[in-house]
């Protein structure tokens, strides 16, 4: 290929994008919040730290960021609050029955712990929603309150306990 053609097609592929960029943005893209239901019920130092780090994905209060109104980023944040909703909603807590609630404030710590959550390209936008250390110890000994034991967990203690003299 000649030097003049490589530059056109790259003029074409470079315009082509813009296009589609530009065409992209009236995709619409449903930034929601939903009614409120009964809120989850934790002391106000888990409040703050849920309000902080997670109700933007895990509740019907998002506050929708400035990159939520541009494609394809705007694509990316409705997944994630969707799929987030779904998964676990500090704003609808009263839909759970008592054994989802127990598992799911287990889950919260347990998340935290493993490092999965709060999603890190969520914390590279929003570096206030790092959790210090403060923040982990007060959602661990909410998640570790839960009462929550996994069924591996209740075979095993029943292991010990037919083990036991
Ligand atoms: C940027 C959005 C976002 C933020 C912020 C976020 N999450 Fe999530 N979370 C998700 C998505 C998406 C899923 C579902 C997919 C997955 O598990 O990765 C999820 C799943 C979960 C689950 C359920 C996991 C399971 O096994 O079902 C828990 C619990 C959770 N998040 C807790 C938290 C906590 C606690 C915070 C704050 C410290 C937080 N998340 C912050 C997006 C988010």
């Known amino acids: 290929m000649g030097r003049h053609t490589w530059r ?7 315009a082509t994008s813009a296009l ?6 009236f995709v619409p893209v449903a930034r929601t919040n939903p009614p409120l239901g009964i809120e989850v019920d ?15 994905c895990h ?22 609050v969707r799929e987030g909703r779904e998964a676990v909603n500090y704003s609808t807590w009263g839909r759970y029955d008592s054994e989802e609630r127990a ?19 969520y914390t590279l936008m929003h570096p206030d929603a790092r ?7 007060v959602l661990r000994d909410w998640g570790l309150q839960s009462g929550y034991v996994e069924e591996d967990d209740r075979d095993s203690m029943g292991e010990l306990d037919d083990k036991d003299p």
């Open 59 to 80: 509740s019907n209060e998002t506050r929708w960021p400035w990159y939520s109104r541009i494609a394809p980023a705007s694509w990316l944040a409705a997944k994630d």
């Open 131 to 137: 959790l210090s250390q403060t923040d982990r110890t």
């Open 103 to 121: 598992e799911l404030q287990r889950e919260t710590w347990e998340d935290v712990e493993e490092g999965e959550m709060p999603l890190r390209i």
């Open 42 to 56: 934790a002391p106000p130092e888990v409040m703050s730290v849920l309000k902080r780090s997670c109700y933007d």
């Open 8 to 14: 056109r097609s790259l003029k074409w592929s470079l």
């Open 20 to 25: 589609l960029l530009l065409a992209a943005q």
